[in-house]
C-alpha cells in the first residue's frame, strides 16, 4: 500500500508540475503573459510582434520534426498556463483540436493562424503550362499546410496573430500594431528578393528528394514541383517513381537535387549518386536545430539561405 502511494503521487507530480520551469521566473517576467506556438515561423513571428511584452515558447522540442510530433503531458500543462496559444490549422498540427477539447478555455485565447488561407490540394498544378506532363509528388495527406511559405499567406497569418495578441493585452495595441507592421514590410520585401532573385534561371524545376512541403513557395515564384515523398513524409515513392524522378532530372538537365532540414537526405542522396548532380539544402522553416535556436537564427535567415541555394541549384543570373 505505502509503494502504491508513492507511486501515484510521482505520477501526480508528473502531470501537475511537468511543465514547470526548472527556474524560477525572475519578478520582472513572473507577470508577463505566456503566448505558447508550435512551429518556428509562428514562434518567430510572435517574437517580432510582442517584443518584450509577452514571453513566447515553441511547444516544439528542437530539431523535432513536427509531422510526427505528439504532445506530452508537460506540453498540456504549459498551453492550459498560457494566455494565448497560436497553432497553424488543423491540416498541419490534426493534434491540436484533439488537445483543446480537454483543456479550460476560458482563459485561454486560441489563435488558428491559417484561418483565412486557402489550403492547395496536392496535385494542383503548380505552373500551368508546365506541369502538365510532369509526375507528381507521392500524396499521403490530400492538403498542403505548408502555407507560410508563401510570404502572402505568412502576411495574412501576422494578421491572425496580431488580432490575438491585441486581444490578450489590449493596453499596449498599438506597440504590437507597429511590430506587425514592420514585420509585414520584411515579409514583402523578402517577397521581393525571391521574385527578383528567381526571375532568370536556366531552370524552373525544383526536385526535391523529401516531403512535399515547397509547393507553395514553387507556386509563387512560377516554379514547377516535383517531391519524392507525400505531405507528412510517412509514404515511400515506388521503385517506378523513383525512376520517373530520375528520369525528370535527366531529361530537365537539373544541376541539383533538394533535401530538406531535420529529414534524411537518404533519398536525395540516391537520386543525385544515379544522376550526377549535386544535393543542395532547402528549409521548410518547421523547425530548428538546437545549435540554430541558441544562435538566435530566424524565419528571414532560414529563407535568405533557401534563395541562394535555389538560385544555385536553378542556375540563376
Known amino acids: ?147 507560410w511559405l508563401d510570404f502572402g499567406n505568412a502576411q495574412q497569418m501576422v494578421d491572425e496573430m496580431l488580432a490575438g495578441i491585441v486581444a490578450v493585452d489590449p493596453g499596449h495595441a498599438g506597440e504590437y500594431r507597429a511590430n506587425a507592421t514592420a514585420l509585414q514590410h520584411r515579409l514583402a520585401d523578402l517577397d521581393r528578393r525571391f521574385t527578383q532573385g528567381l526571375a532568370n534561371c536556366t531552370s524552373r524545376v525544383v526536385l526535391h528528394g523529401g516531403h512535399y512541403a515547397f509547393g507553395y513557395l514553387a507556386r509563387r515564384y512560377h516554379l514547377t514541383y516535383l517531391a519524392a515523398e507525400g505531405v507528412s513524409a510517412d509514404n515511400e515513392p515506388s521503385p517506378r517513381q523513383l525512376a520517373e524522378l530520375v528520369q525528370q532530372i535527366r531529361s530537365n538537365r537539373l544541376g541539383a537535387v533538394f533535401s530538406e532540414e531535420l529529414v534524411s537526405p537518404r533519398l536525395a542522396d540516391s537520386l543525385a549518386a544515379e544522376t550526377g548532380v549535386r544535393v543542395l539544402r532547402l528549409n ?19 529563407m535568405e539561405q533557401n534563395l541562394h541555394n535555389l538560385r544555385q541549384g536553378l542556375g540563376c543570373r
Request: hydrophobic content about 40%.
Open 1 to 147: 500500500m505505502k509503494k502504491m502511494v508513492i507511486l501515484l503521487w510521482l505520477v501526480f507530480s508528473v502531470v501537475v508540475c511537468g511543465g514547470c520551469d526548472r527556474h524560477e521566473p525572475t519578478p520582472e517576467h513572473a507577470t508577463r503573459p505566456v503566448v505558447v506556438t508550435t512551429l518556428f515561423p509562428l514562434y518567430d513571428f510572435a517574437r517580432s510582434i510582442v517584443g518584450s511584452r509577452m514571453e513566447v515558447k515553441l511547444l516544439l522540442p528542437p530539431g523535432v520534426e513536427p509531422h510526427h510530433f505528439e504532445p506530452r503531458p508537460e506540453d498540456i500543462v504549459t498551453i492550459q498556463r498560457a494566455a494565448l496559444f497560436i497553432y497553424t490549422s488543423p491540416a498541419m498540427e490534426p493534434w491540436a483540436a484533439r488537445l483543446l477539447a480537454g483543456l479550460d478555455q476560458r482563459r485561454l485565447r486560441v489563435v488558428q493562424a491559417a484561418a483565412h488561407v486557402r489550403l492547395r490540394e496536392i496535385g494542383q498544378k503548380e505552373q500551368d503550362d508546365d506541369a502538365h506532363d510532369l509526375p507528381q509528388s507521392v500524396s499521403g495527406h490530400r492538403q498542403d499546410p505548408h502555407v
Open 284 to 302: 521548410g522553416a518547421h523547425n530548428l536545430t538546437k545549435d540554430q535556436f541558441e544562435r538566435g537564427v530566424t524565419f528571414f535567415d532560414l
